[in-house]
């Protein structure tokens, strides 16, 4: 059973670009949250997509946007990049939307990290 | 706003020395305490949930437990595979910091 699978998994950008980070959720899942983590720091909450729409949305300026697909694939789109958004970027796949609850998480994957210079 | 605190922000281990590592938490709404295991460059690891007061968790040397204000994850005879970064979050509905909302982690060495 696949879990979380993100791509790529490390990109370096310059100040200004455009980046698109991909995440397929585990199977079964349909809900996809995006977390960012700088180093040393716990993930931060990005936002939360479930059936193609954003459902909640963490502290992020509206360079953060996202996408959901029909298949529950998601993306997260970064514009006008800055030195500061370099950071681990976490996908974590859950069921139910909001309204999840599991004795077993919120499955992550391993992330993609960026680097901005 | 909720907030998620873990104490020591790092702890170095020898083989075998037992300890705690502690997670204190203000939140509103709480639905369940998630602890998890990072690797250096690597996503979170699901280790336990726990859900009520009182409740515990084992998984070979870890021990989870709960409190209404804090959780600790007991880790006894660790060895080197052991090291890693354990985070703690809590699991609530709605809200702008989303559902799950995490400490900063405490960074575990263990020495042979």
């Known amino acids: 059973d696949a879990g979380v699978t993100q791509s790529p998994t490390h990109l370096i950008k310059t100040r200004g670009q455009q980046v698109t980070l991909r995440c397929s959720p585990k199977?079964?899942?349909?809900?996809v949250s995006w977390y960012q983590q700088a180093l040393g720091q716990g993930p931060q909450f990005i936002f939360q997509?479930?059936?193609?729409?954003?459902?909640q949305r963490g502290n992020f300026p509206d360079r953060f946007s996202g996408h959901q697909f029909p298949n529950y694939s998601s993306e997260l789109n970064v514009n006008a990049l800055l030195l500061g958004d370099s950071a681990l970027y976490l996908c974590?796949?859950?069921?139910?939307?909001?309204?999840?609850?599991?004795?077993?998480?919120?499955?992550f994957g391993s992330g993609t990290r960026l680097t901005v210079v | 706003e909720d907030q998620v605190t873990q104490s020591p922000e790092a702890l170095r281990l020898q083989e075998g020395e037992s300890s705690s590592l502690n997670c204190s938490y203000t939140?509103?709404?709480?639905?369940?305490l998630f602890w998890y295991r990072q690797d250096p460059g690597k996503g979170p690891e699901f280790l336990f949930t726990?859900?009520?007061a009182g409740e515990e968790k084992e998984k070979e040397r870890l021990k989870a437990t709960l409190t209404k204000k804090e959780s600790f994850l007991h880790i006894t005879a660790p060895k080197p595979e052991d090291s890693a970064t354990y985070l703690c979050?809590?699991?609530?509905?709605?809200?702008?910091?989303?559902?799950?909302?995490f400490g900063k982690g405490t960074k575990l060495s263990v020495k042979p």
């Open positions: 974590a796949s859950s069921r139910g939307g909001t309204g999840y609850q599991s004795n077993y998480g919120y499955t």
């Open positions: 199977s079964g899942h349909d809900t």
């Open positions: 997509y479930y059936e193609e729409e954003e459902r």
């Open positions: 939140v509103s709404g709480l639905r369940g």
């Open positions: 726990l859900y009520s």
């Open positions: 979050a809590v699991h609530k509905y709605g809200g702008s910091q989303g559902n799950l909302i």
